[in-house]
């Protein structure tokens, strides 16, 4: 994990993180019922995205910038090149300017092989998804007698929405509800217990 | 002492039922760390590794991959066999000194 709070909640432990993985998805499930009573999610679709994507990005993490996860190609945040060195200088002198932690971005074997593990997990689960659009886009083309007019191209959006939705949060939502009690700090110096 | 005992207990393996961890081996990660006083951040710093998986790997829920256990290999100056095993290690203090689990004694010729 990079970080351990969201919006200061400490998020540790697996039911901290499991409470926070169905909060998210109740809210984005209100928001397109919202969505629905108000346009047909005609407009509120296109917000109902931009919260997954903070959400993804901010809050759960691996794709975006912050978040609880690392990011998922474990590279850290861009350097930016300093436009004058007497500015570089003055901020190491205040200390404004320190080197990310390897540790907050790098993931390692493990955290790699779990994040590839959700990825297929979250894969089958879309495809099912794009599967389903794809099954309605013929009908759409070529609609059956029993299906009432209209009603196709309302169904495929109700699909796709999700979809993008699960595709943006999916991986991490998995890895969040998967991912065991995190130990809160290292333990102690052994030499000073042993003795 | 009584950390070392604990740890050597504990290692003996990785489930109360005696099974071993999702890794599907057994280790003694625990003992060798409590042995040289190593915190799991300073073994995770040595390997390279977050310190949260030298918790996962004691606990047999994570299989190394071979550069992984090489390096703890290495890092250890032990055989990769002294530290990870398919089958539970007998406790140390029963294979140096022939020590049972009853307590009792027997000299090892």
């Given amino acids: 994990m990079r970080r351990t709070t969201v919006f200061g909640i400490p998020m540790q432990t697996r039911t901290a ?163 065991p009690d995190l130990e809160v700090e290292a333990e102690p110096d052994l030499r000073t217990a042993s003795h | 002492m009584l950390t070392q005992q604990s740890a050597a207990i504990a290692n003996e393996r990785a489930n109360a039922d005696g099974s071993p961890g999702a890794g599907g081996l057994y280790n003694r990660i625990a003992v060798l760390r409590a042995e040289r006083g190593l915190s799991r951040q300073e073994l995770a710093d040595a390997v390279d590794v977050n310190y949260q998986t030298i918790g996962f790997l004691e606990r047999g829920d994570y299989a190394p991959s071979l550069a992984l256990a090489f390096a703890l290999s290495d890092y250890f100056g032990l055989p990769i066999e002294a530290i990870f095993s398919r089958r539970p290690f007998r406790p140390l203090s029963e294979q140096v000194y022939g020590v049972d689990r009853s307590g009792g004694s027997r000299a090892i010729p």
């Avoid at chain 1, 998210?24 to 019922?33: M, N």
Wanted: aromatic fraction near 12%; hydrophobic fraction near 50%; proline fraction near 8%.
């Fill in chain 1, 17 to 179: 993180r499991r409470r926070l993985v169905v909060s998210v998805y109740a809210g984005l499930a209100l928001l397109v019922a919202a969505g629905w009573g108000l346009d047909r999610l005609q407009t509120t679709g296109v917000y109902v995205y931009f919260a997954a994507y903070f959400i993804g990005s901010f809050v759960f993490g691996g794709y975006g910038p912050s978040g609880l996860i690392k990011p998922f190609n474990g590279r850290g945040p861009r350097v930016q090149p300093m436009p004058s060195s007497l500015v570089e200088l003055q901020l190491r002198m205040t200390g404004a300017l320190e080197r990310p932690d390897p540790d907050a971005y790098r993931n390692d074997e493990r955290e790699m092989g779990r994040r590839d593990r959700v990825h297929y997990q979250a894969y089958q689960a879309i495809c099912v998804l794009l599967a389903a659009i794809w099954f309605l886009a013929l009908w759409e083309l070529h609609p059956p007698r029993f299906v009432p007019a209209g009603l196709l191209p309302v169904l495929l959006y109700l699909i796709a929405l999700p979809g993008v939705l699960l595709a943006i949060t999916l991986p991490q939502a998995i890895l969040l509800w998967t991912e």
